[in-house]
T-cell receptor
Framework: GENVEQHPSTLSVQEGDSAVIKCTYS??????FPWYKQELGKGPQLIID?????GEKKDQRIAVTLNKTAKHFSLHITETQPEDSAVYFC???????????FGKGTMLLVSP | DGGITQSPKYLFRKEGQNVTLSCEQNLNHDAMYWYRQDPGQGLRLIYY???????QKGDIAEGYSVSREKKESFPLTVTSAQKNPTAFYLC???????????FGPGTRLTVT
């Protein structure tokens, strides 16, 4: 089955800096890659996703890039703000399967 | 106002008791999922259902049971056979299997 590795496990940045979280996946047949943000005590919220037919997608301060050859994808957050502090999860979906495989998460801390 | 509801938010039980966690959605989604979240473990899939009256085991189904009698509802029973039931439980749904899963607020279960 699919295996998703996520790095780093924790990331501390200063307000206004950029943050990058990286994930690698094992099966080249995976075709859907979402990112979730989870605030303390709440359920994860889908913030951006990308399908394998595109290499990059942006939504205001967040962007996701996909490198199918290297089997990795990344979340980029620019101009970070304290409210960006949360745990971020990446995931991958394998063609023909009905479920997502999640990474173990990255705790992002943005200091004022 | 569409969404996924989980109740209760906090649940306390004595060891040896079965307990049922509620999950309801009014998004008209076909697929529903149950995940377990432990610190540092990410999200692990317990059960999922793509259609009414049908469900499949996920990666950690032992000690759990589910039913899907209505499209809107997917309750999870944590049985006394689950050796370490204390965790944060998340329900999710999606219109199309695997893609764009939306999560509920979660139920924190504590068994003593």
């Amino acid at each position: 089955g699919e295996n998703v590795e996520q790095h780093p496990s924790t990331l501390s940045v200063q307000e206004g800096d950029s943050a990058v979280i990286k994930c690698t996946y094992s099966d080249s047949a995976s075709n859907y890659f979402p990112w979730y943000k989870q605030e303390l005590g709440k359920g994860p919220q889908l913030i951006i996703d990308i399908r394998s037919n595109v290499g990059e997608k942006k939504d205001q301060r967040i962007a996701v890039t996909l490198n199918k050859t290297a089997k990795h994808f990344s979340l980029h957050i620019t101009e970070t703000q304290p409210e960006d502090s949360a745990v971020y999860f990446c995931a991958a979906s394998l063609v023909g399967y009905s479920t997502l495989t999640f990474g173990k998460g990255t705790m992002l801390l943005v200091s004022p | 106002d569409g969404g996924i509801t989980q109740s209760p938010k906090y649940l306390f039980r004595k060891e040896g008791q079965n307990v049922t966690l509620s999950c309801e959605q009014n998004l008209n989604h076909d697929a529903m999922y149950w995940y377990r979240q432990d610190p540092g473990q990410g999200l692990r899939l317990i059960y999922y259902s793509q259609i009414v009256n049908d469900f499949q085991k996920g990666d950690i189904a032992e000690g759990y049971s589910v039913s899907r009698e209505k499209k809107e509802s997917f309750p999870l029973t944590v049985t006394s056979a689950q050796k370490n039931p204390t965790a944060f439980y998340l329900c999710a749904s999606s219109k199309e299997a695997a893609y764009e899963q939306y999560f509920g607020p979660g139920t924190r279960l504590t068994v003593t």
